[in-house]
């Protein structure tokens, strides 16, 4: 008879790695569709190229560092699903393909492998876009147009103004707010469609995936402060533009969540939800973009072990105060 | 019902695969018995091979923070030896080769019922009865009981059993609930608190309806069904439940106003006042998937592992892990021959179904093992500094104050080995801080 001797315990719960990334692509899948029936299979076809690129970097990663590591987790699918929906539908097709692969094996793996990246490998990845392909990454075009398979000549797209260039202005955007939360404007593949990115929220939540903290504290702090430095008379409707328009919802369920660049603390959670939210106004009201999400959460990321060190539970016992 | 102390973990209970009556197991030919079944000092053997022993008779005793040991058994000593024990490694054992005449020792007495105590006397006739703590941690009773005279307000009778499959104490409260109230009532005559209260999970409403009717005859108790919650019969964690206090970090439950006692260990504390029996026996589960009738069994201490596990059916086709104790704490056994022993609640039998392990777990950072923790510590961020042998970082994070509950690791979806990871950084720290 031979007996297994292993410390406890002895029992494990029955989440895995693996039914987690599920349930975050999952969760993801009501904002991929809802890209793609508002600026047509092409957004599938970007978002094929980016995760088979980060499924590739993850690969080579594994392969040239000899850590073991299996593609079976699926996040670099998630990965890659994350960076695709932060594009525009007209990119050429090299974006996805260099920020796909720069997502898992620089970000990811060079940056201290899964868990352990201090970015999130998505969003760092696309600050690099916007470095090498300036003009690419913000080529928007307007909704429920024709578009071509293959690669797109700059000039022949016809370029609408997002909602966020008319606030630049400012101004508020002649978009219905109904519009904006079913997806009917220009954008991002993934950041159009506000019902699709709270369906998927929600999800998240119920399977306890994400807290309520980090998205929370985000989305609050920027409707708190855009309602009081509004920059139209209009102060409710402002705020929901601001709320609704670009990429804060994607950047609030999706990206400020990631477990790897995100703290554990709860307290911490809530201030760094809030000081993505805080960043996100600033740059947005102040930055050169009309957009702000991804430079907030980033820099976020650099300070989230601070924020789970400053804001660490007492402990069972510790003297208190 | 939301659980009264911070944290937690909810695993499959699996109770219900052994809630029999407990049956006395007949001890076996040869009876190895550890000469330390307690934290603290070894006995010495106070017997020699080829001595002729009766049944209780004290074969082990030593200074310092030490409990005496009997024989269960009238018979002669074989040998004393290093032995396989079930808390891990090899601990000298006198081997007793019983002769079956169950010629009795008589050195303990049996006081009336009326008999007032000193505290002194309680705590030699508890010392002589070689009675430790029986919930698994096994310290020494007579200490615990030592260390908390006139700074107990709360006395608390502990009989949650939190850990999953392990009933023993559950039907101990069922059959003999009168005895633990006994040996409470012993206890608290010495400690004088304010308060006495018997602990009990709310998912064992059988035994609370014994203890409630037992408490009929016994002025001034009180039994407090507390919410099912792992690991709620954990010493700090019962406390917080019970009187919302916190034992300080490094201190003794009696700083905090407490003592914790295991409701097997009142019975135990009631046998030796009131019959003069030391402690030889004690109740086992055995249970567990791998085990074909798991049972409760009254086990002389000294019993090896396998004679329980055949008295309960042997093993099945798919037997993975054999386990002292349980599947939250339990320490794995590689063979079956170590003894019961005073700590032994449960013989758990696993099989291979159970087995969630990976291969190279890599940590997600979900932070599910921060919610969970009783003690609010950072268990991912320990895991971290134990593989990288951080000693300076290990002491920020507190390692020390891991109480080994198992429930990050339960919880944790990519099965990191973190229980383990810490068992090992508290070795080190400890080899650490010698160096």
């Known amino acids: 008879m031979n007996l297994r001797v292993t410390v406890s315990p002895h029992i494990r719960g029955k989440d895995t790695t693996g039914r987690i990334m599920t349930d975050v692509i999952i969760a993801l899948l009501p904002t991929l569709i809802a890209g793609t029936l508002i600026f047509t299979y092409r957004a599938l076809l970007v978002t094929a190229v980016s995760v088979l690129a980060a499924l590739a970097g993850e690969f080579v990663y594994h392969l040239v560092s000899r850590e073991p590591g299996n593609l079976k987790n699926m996040s670099a699918v998630v990965t890659g699903l994350l960076l695709a929906l932060t594009l525009p539908v007209t990119v050429p097709y090299h974006i996805p393909l260099v920020g796909g692969f720069f997502a898992t094996f620089v970000v990811k793996g060079i940056g201290g492998r899964l868990g352990h990246n201090c970015f999130n490998p998505a969003l760092a990845s696309r600050a690099l876009l916007m470095l090498l392909f300036p003009v690419g990454m913000v080529r928007f075009t307007a909704p429920f147009g024709i578009l071509p398979a293959g690669n797109i000549d700059p000039a022949d797209i016809i370029t609408s103004a997002t909602p966020l260039h008319t606030m630049q202005m400012p101004a508020l955007p002649r978009v219905e707010l109904t519009d904006l939360l079913l997806g009917k404007t220009g954008g991002c593949i993934g950041e159009v469609c506000t019902v699709a990115l709270l369906v998927g929220g929600a999800y998240l939540v119920f399977r306890k995936v994400i807290s309520l903290r980090i998205p929370g504290a985000y989305l609050l702090t920027v409707a708190l402060l855009t309602l009081i430095f509004a920059k139209d008379e209009n102060v409710v409707a402002w705020m929901a533009y601001s709320l609704l328009s670009g990429g804060v919802m994607l950047g609030a369920i999706f990206m400020a969540t990631d477990y790897a660049s995100s703290p554990v603390e709860q307290t911490a959670q809530i201030v760094y939800g809030a000081g993505c939210g805080v960043l996100t106004v600033v740059f947005r009201y102040f930055g050169l973009f009309p957009e702000g999400v991804t430079y907030a959460i980033l820099m976020m990321n650099g300070i989230a072990p601070l924020l789970d060190r400053l804001f660490a539970r007492r402990i069972y016992g510790a003297k208190k105060g | ?435």
């Open chain 2, 1 to 435: 019902m939301k659980s009264l102390f911070y944290g937690g973990t909810h695993p499959p209970q699996k109770k219900e695969l052994c809630l029999k009556t407990p049956e006395p197991l007949a001890a076996p030919a040869i009876l190895t018995i550890p000469l330390r079944q307690h934290i603290g000092a070894p006995c010495k053997p106070l017997v020699s091979v080829g001595d002729l022993v009766k049944a209780g008779q004290k074969i082990g005793d030593g200074e310092g923070l030490c409990v005496p040991v009997h024989t269960p058994v009238a018979g002669i000593v074989e040998d004393i030896k290093e032995m396989p024990y079930p808390g891990g490694g090899t601990v000298l054992s006198v081997i007793i080769r019983n002769n079956f005449t169950d010629v009795k020792d008589n050195t303990l007495t049996a006081h009336p019922e009326d008999t007032v105590f000193s505290a002194e006397e309680l705590i030699r006739i508890v010392r002589e009865a070689g009675i430790t703590g029986m919930g698994g941690a096994t310290f020494p009773t007579d200490v615990k009981i030592r260390s908390g005279i006139g700074k107990v307000d709360t006395l608390i009778a502990n009989g949650c059993e939190c850990e999953p499959y392990i009933t023993a104490d559950d039907l101990l409260l069922r059959e003999r609930a009168r005895d633990v109230l006994r040996g409470l009532r012993c206890i608290a005559s010495v400690l004088e608190p304010k308060r006495i209260v018997i602990a009990v999970e709310n998912n064992k409403k059988e035994a609370i309806a014994a203890v409630t009717e037992a408490l009929s005859s016994f002025a001034g108790m009180v039994c407090l069904p507390v919410p099912t919650c792992y690991p709620q019969g954990a010493e700090k964690q019962l406390i917080m439940a019970v009187t919302g206090r916190e034992v300080p970090s490094g201190g003794l439950p009696a700083d905090a106003g407490c003592a914790v006692f295991n409701v097997a260990t009142l019975a135990a504390v009631c046998r030796a006042v009131y019959e003069g029996k030391p402690l030889t026996e004690r109740i086992v589960t055995v249970t567990g998937e791998a085990v074909r009738e798991p049972k409760n069994v009254i086990a002389a201490i000294g019993t090896p592992f396998s004679a329980l596990i055949e008295a309960a059916g042997g093993l099945t086709e798919d037997a993975d892990k054999v386990i002292s104790g349980g599947p939250m704490m339990g320490i794995a056994q590689n063979a079956l021959d170590a003894p019961v022993t005073k700590g032994t609640n449960a013989v758990l039998c696993l099989s291979r179904k159970d087995n969630r392990e990976v291969e190279h777990p890599v940590c997600i950072r979900c932070g599910k093992c921060l919610t969970v923790c009783p003690i609010r510590l950072q268990p991912l961020n320990m895991y971290l500094y134990a593989e990288a042998k951080n000693a300076e970082e290990l002491q920020k994070l507190h390692l020390n104050d891991c109480i080994e509950c198992g429930c990050c690791a339960y919880v944790c979806p990519a099965k990191l080995p973190l229980t383990a990871r810490f068992k090992e950084g508290k070795r080190f720290l400890k080899e650490e801080t010698k160096a």
